[in-house]
């Protein structure tokens, strides 16, 4: 094999890695805080992929891409009122159950509202073609894709760093009881990083809706990636997650390039094995007390 | 025998219904006087007898913690919608068959047309009479994985009694479930499992094929590659599904090219979970195929054509496995290539023109392959039922292997093979029109007319008896 189709197949790993970032991150943030293992989070990158189909024909894709995350997001904050919050406190296994058994309803309402085929939607016109760079020919959406997925992790960055919100939600994940005992109630941040990272997800969704199949049971097929790619990362670690990500896309990538392809998701669960191994928070994970 | 009554008591009969013992509400229990609370007892007490009986007089019958969580939750129910029509499920007047086929996961989508196709077949049927002047009554199931597959109709075998088993997509379950009705003598019919290994080395004699076999499609679809020019001295790029199906396909798919003069520039084997195809699209651009095999299955196809389309490649494509369902979800411009199916909705024979008619009218979309493999496994079940006065699976099967023809809604009719039980009928080859060509979501595609043609033997296209022979346990 060509070195250029190596160079090739690591980028495209690294670009690959990034879709996953937008679902694990919502999933590392929920967690972190609130100690909601979210087994449903894949259901609303799923949603927000029916709502592209559903708003586009109003608003275009550009409409869609705005209006169905932030439909998904208020979603999100409903769930956390209604749902999440019973269950904060409680034990995982009890909140794992309880977004297990969302996933399940949200992937029937699904079915029942659009049918069980796989609908179609392509890639707007504006956005099709492709880009070289060198002897690199790649797709231009995806370019776009990896634009907007920067842009998040960057603002996400920004908010959880230098803001007083980001600040309070850092203090939240660490020592909640403190931050309580500082006068500060969490419930308002909980609702707002439930919005936020299930939000993501819906982003997740509408991104994806125009190369990838839209059925029903869509979300399944990304979650189990996106946990294991926190699990890598490690909980509470935003920069964690987002190497993880990239691992994760370019080991794929690197063994579907040499010729492994068949062992292709294997070797991610092998990854997840070997830095679990040497590093059993994950990579980058701090010790979060209250999950000790 | 006794064993099963007890078993179909605990499971249907509303036994905590009965008077004013209700279950539902422990107050109201506690409102009951001391002789009604007694006879409360008396009679929740039955059933428990009932259950240490069955556990103790059943060697081979499983009686475990799980079905006794079910008929409690079957106990619950039965108060409600359910009721009547399990009452109905134990008279003798009804014919029943069941229904086994992926509702849940990758294959699902294509599941759900085939119940589609058969509520549709059960209600002519009925409509026509029934079977011997009995209703038929369909038992559907979601048969999940092979374990369930099998665990499913085991229970619709044995306690419900089912005329046959209709269905599936997966071969692994196919193979499954027919272990499961050749060891109870029960007839299974196969509507959308390819592998030629379940004519072949897994053949069994209650199971029959009405879905083609993999070389069916592979032979199929070649005489349009050989038409074009892109098998002899060319070089293919297969990504092939990496289980059962795949596997198989990809063997006859070799089989083909090397006896026609072709190579392969370069085979993937697809993770079944992979969603993303850029890193093999980048391959394929670097290897320059004359043609892209896709060998792939369910919602994958889609993402692939979805992709495809997305990086701007141009080489042609085509693919041995295939269902419109696909196709319609990659949707215009998108869907490129020429396919082979074993029956789309675009067939101008009356037959076809009724079935889609009907279809659409009942459901507002066109019926996809899969919908027609239930629809006419079903009616073939029914006409020799009706023919024969007989549901006996053995007298079915003597009919089936003796030749009997059936109309397929296609332009000749079909029978099925003795030597391997598979159908022996017209395939087609359908290709992708160009995006100013298509009127409506629909009516994406042209067809090949009937392969084989009309002058030559429906065998030509199957696997020869080198290619895979099947030798039915006894």
Redesign the interface.
């Known amino acids: 094999m ?1 070195s250029i ?1 190596l160079a ?2 690591i980028l ?2 690294l ?2 890695g990034v ?1 996953y970032l937008l679902i694990a991150l919502g999933l590392s943030l929920i967690f972190s805080l609130g100690g909601i293992v979210n087994l449903a989070h894949g259901a609303f990158y799923a949603i927000g992929a029916y709502l592209t189909l559903v708003i586009s024909p109003y608003l275009g894709f550009g409409g869609a891409f705005v209006a169905a995350p932030v439909v998904v997001a208020l979603l999100g904050v409903v769930i956390e009122r209604v749902l999440f919050r019973r269950f904060y406190r409680a034990d995982p296994i009890l909140s794992l159950l309880l977004t297990f058994g969302l996933a399940m309803v949200a992937e029937q309402v699904l079915r029942m509202i659009f ?9 707007p016109p504006a956005l ?3 880009v070289a760079v060198g002897g690199f ?3 231009f ?2 370019v776009v894709l990896l634009g907007v997925a920067a842009a998040c992790i960057a603002g996400l960055w920004l908010l959880l760093q230098k803001t007083s919100f980001g600040r309070v939600v850092r203090a939240g994940v660490q020592n909640p009881d403190m931050v309580g005992a500082l006068g500060i109630s969490l419930q308002p941040y909980m609702s707002a990083v439930a919005a936020l990272g299930i939000g993501l997800a819906g982003l997740a969704g509408v991104l994806l809706a ?6 029903p ?1 869509m979300g399944q ?2 979650i ?1 990636p996106a946990f294991v790619v926190v699990v890598i990362g490690g909980l509470g670690s935003f920069w964690g997650v987002v190497i993880a990500a990239l691992l994760v896309g370019l080991v ?2 690197v063994m ?2 040499v ?1 492994y ?2 062992a ?3 070797a991610i669960y092998l990854l997840m094995l070997l830095v679990l191994l040497f590093r059993p928070r994950g990579l980058f994970g701090e010790r979060i007390m209250r999950f000790e | 025998m006794k064993i099963k009554i007890a078993d179909r008591g605990l499971d249907k009969t509303p036994v905590f219904c009965k008077s004013n013992c209700d279950h539902r509400s422990r107050q109201a229990i506690k409102a009951l006087s001391q002789e009604e609370r007694s006879a409360c007892r008396r009679e929740t007490a039955a059933p428990r007898g009932r259950i240490r009986e069955t556990k103790l007089m059943s060697n081979n019958h499983q009686f475990t913690r799980r079905s006794l969580l079910k008929t409690a939750g079957g106990i619950a129910l039965a108060s409600g919608i359910s009721a009547p029509s399990i009452l109905r499920a134990q008279s003798s007047d009804v014919i029943r068959i069941g229904h086994l086929t992926p ?4 294959l ?2 294509l ?3 085939g119940v589609m196709a058969i509520d549709l077949a059960v209600e002519e049927i009925n409509a026509a009479g029934g079977l011997m002047g009995r209703k038929v009554e369909l038992l559907k199931e979601d048969s999940v994985n092979p374990q369930t597959a099998s665990t499913k109709a085991e229970r619709m075998i044995e306690r419900d009694k089912v005329a046959c088993i209709i269905g599936e997509i997966s071969s692994a379950s196919c193979l499954t479930i027919a272990q499961v009705a050749s060891r109870n003598k029960t007839l299974f019919i196969n509507t959308g499992g390819n592998s030629d290994a379940l004519r072949g080395k897994d053949c069994q004699r209650y199971m029959f094929h009405v879905e083609s076999q993999n070389s069916m499609y592979v032979k199929t679809v070649g005489r349009s590659f050989q038409r074009d020019g892109l098998v002899k001295g060319k070089k293919w790029y297969s990504l092939t599904a ?1 289980y059962a199906f795949g596997h198989d396909l990809l063997k006859v798919s070799k089989r083909f090219m090397e006896a026609n003069g072709g190579q392969f520039a370069g085979d ?4 079944t ?4 195809f ?3 699209l ?2 394929i ?2 290897a320059k195929p004359d043609l892209v095999v896709i060998n792939l299955a369910g ?2 196809i ?2 692939f054509l ?2 495809y ?4 490649l141009t080489f042609p494509v085509g693919g041995f496995g295939f269902d419109t ?2 196709a ?7 869907f490129v290539g020429t396919w082979p199916v074993v029956w789309h909705h675009l067939l101008d024979t009356p037959g076809s023109k009724a079935f889609v008619a009907a279809f659409t009218k009942k459901y507002s ?1 066109p019926p ?1 392959n899969q919908a027609w493999g239930d629809y006419i496994a079903t009616k073939i079940v029914a006409q020799t039922i009706n023919e024969l006065k007989s549901t006996e699976s053995p007298k079915i099967i003597e009919h089936f292997e003796k030749g009997a023809k059936f109309d397929l809604l296609k332009t000749r009719p079909g029978y099925f093979r003795a030597t391997d039980h598979q159908l022996m009928h017209e395939m087609y080859a359908v290709t992708a029109l160009p995006a100013d060509k298509i009127k409506n ?1 629909w009516d994406i595609f042209s067809s090949s007319p009937a392969v084989p043609g009309p002058d030559e033997p429906l065998e030509v296209i199957a696997a020869t008896k080198e290619e895979n022979s099947c030798t039915f346990p006894s």
């Open positions: 060509s189709l090739q197949q495209n790993g670009l690959d879709y049918g069980a085929p796989p609908l179609s939607y392509s890639i099709r073609g492709q020919i790649y797709s959406y995806r125009p190369i990838y199949s839209i059925h049971a097929e990304i189990t794929k990538g579907v390039g010729g392809s068949a292709s998701t294997a | 509702r849940t996961g990758f699902g989508p599941g759900e047309y990496d993937d084997l697809v993770p979970d992979a969603t993303d850029s890193a093999y980048l391959k651009r670097e919602n994958q889609t993402n979805k992709q389309a997305e990086f701007g369902a696909l319609w979800a990659a949707g215009k411009g998108n979309k996809e979501q």
